[in-house]
């Protein structure tokens, strides 16, 4: 009977100390777990995922190309005036309109003028009479060879006279002196115009030229008869094709750049000068390089890095990679080594990036791609 009592005792206190075992384990267990909980919260709230926008990086043909901007200038262009004064008696044009080389198109009063070559021209008829008798004399003996000679001289002064008045008539008609399109008159019927006040502008407009500039790094990669495409935000998504003309022997001491020149066809007359135009000029044989949105290239003292994703969402992180950089156009760069066709790489929101961080991509809102965005006039 003792001895049951004694075994029923120990199975007792053994089935409490498990119970209390048990209590004393689950409560130090679960302090560890909510201090590894707390420890996760913390890190996560030190690191949060960086909101991003990304793209997948491919590969596309890379002409390089020589890029500038310019503007265009006529062949031949000019605002018109007269050589001497006078008043507006007529017009011969209308604004805008196409004239030919040598097509009259201002007049200037000119009846004085007039009258003085008639007097001139009696004059010098006159002196030709005498001229022609005193020859014949001369010839019978009748005067001397000093009396032609004299009347020689009256009747070439008075040629002279004529022709030069002749010459102060026709400087009171304004012709044109080339072919193209003419602009509004800037003067009207009546006015009294000083010599060299202008008239109304003359503007050849096929072909155009279109003037730029590059830096004197292009000049072994230019030569006359370059294809040349110009491209205007006065028509969006439009080229025009063009060849380089000349390239300036001299280069500019203070911007080490020099001047181009390219002709372009303009039968449309949509090309007008003074306008703005960005020039693109193709070098080189076509390579195929990766490209990238210029926005995923972050530049730092120490190299141009980018970000590559990996994993899948929701636990995405980044990866810092030095990348080398070929050319630009427009909004894109091409990529030479460090990014790998197929890569998903960061675009925007690098600012607060480092290797490892989380990040939650979101592309609602991506950055300019455009190979050839529009052109705009600076001024």
């Not at 200037?108 to 001139?120: G, K, M, V």
């Amino acid at each position: 009977m003792a001895k049951s009592r004694t075994a029923s005792l120990i199975l007792r206190m053994v089935v409490m100390l498990i119970v209390i075992g048990v209590i004393l384990g689950g409560i130090f267990g679960f302090q560890a777990f909510k201090g590894k909980m707390i420890a996760q919260a913390i890190a996560a709230l030190s690191n949060p995922p960086q909101t991003v926008s990304t793209i997948q990086a491919a590969a596309s043909d890379w002409q390089e190309t020589l890029e500038a901007v310019g503007s265009f200038r006529a062949v031949n262009g000019a605002d018109l005036s007269s050589e001497v004064s006078g008043i507006v008696e007529s017009f011969s044009f209308q604004d805008g309109q196409d004239v030919a080389a040598g097509a009259p198109l201002v007049q200037l009063r000119a009846e004085e003028d007039i009258a003085t070559l008639r007097q001139y021209q009696a004059a010098a008829d006159n002196a030709q009479l005498t001229y022609d008798r005193d020859l014949r004399q001369l010839k019978a003996q009748g005067v001397s060879q000093a009396t032609v000679d004299s009347d020689l001289a009256t009747l070439k002064s008075n040629q002279a006279q004529v022709a030069a008045q002749q010459a102060l008539i026709d400087k009171k008609t304004v012709k044109a002196p080339f072919a193209g399109r003419l602009g509004t008159r800037q003067v009207d019927l009546g006015q009294y115009l000083a010599a060299g006040t202008a008239m109304v502008t003359l503007q050849s407009l096929d072909p155009i030229l279109l003037d730029f500039t590059l830096p004197q790094q292009a000049l072994a990669k230019l030569k006359p008869g370059q294809a040349v495409t110009a491209t205007l935000d006065g028509y969006p998504g439009r080229g025009f094709g063009g060849t380089i003309t000349a390239i300036s022997p001299l280069v500019d001491s203070s911007t080490r750049s020099l001047t181009v020149r390219a002709s372009f066809a303009n039968p449309d007359h949509l090309l007008l000068p003074g306008m703005f135009a960005k020039a693109s000029v193709q070098v080189g044989a076509p390579q195929r390089y990766v490209t990238l949105p210029a926005t995923a290239i972050v530049t730092n003292p120490y190299g141009d890095i980018a970000y590559i994703v990996s994993g899948t969402a929701p636990h995405q992180t980044v990866q810092q990679t030095f990348v080398v950089t070929g050319g630009a156009r427009g909004d894109q760069v091409a990529v030479t080594k460090g990014v790998k066709e197929g890569d998903t790489v960061v675009t925007s929101g690098q600012l607060k990036l480092q290797n490892g961080s989380p990040v939650t991509i979101n592309n609602a809102v991506m950055p300019p791609n455009d190979p050839y965005p529009p052109v705009a006039d600076p001024s």
